[in-house]
């Protein structure tokens, strides 16, 4: 192996084993899940029903595949009107490059109240 090659690995496994060592940030929710289980959290390609809120079975069953992280999980997950999630298990990879998505810091949403007030965009910000 060359210099500049064992250089390069080197580096890597240095970088590999601090972050390995680093804190994880603590990932905190704003209640919505208790208050709103159906109304104001993830929907999209999950049956409804004719209020137009999710079916509890479809979004347990997401709940489920996503605390699993199995295939075959998410292949049960219901689905409504022809629609398939598209690489639902996008979020489980790990990033290779840089800090992965699960070392950043999210602020949890504002609460989602009523209608008249929609919930603004979480922010994420970088390492502490």
Known sequence: MSERRTGARLSRLASAEALGWSPWPEHVGNGEEGDYPYVANYGKGLPHDEVGE?????????LRALATGRSED??????GRGVRLTNPQAGLGFDLEGRTRRRS???PRRAWT???TPPRRSSCTGWP
């Open 54 to 62: 999710v079916r509890p079975e479809a979004y347990h069953a997401l």
């Open 74 to 79: 998410f292949e049960r997950v219901p689905l």
């Open 105 to 107: 810091r999210c602020r």
């Open 114 to 116: 009523a209608p008249a």
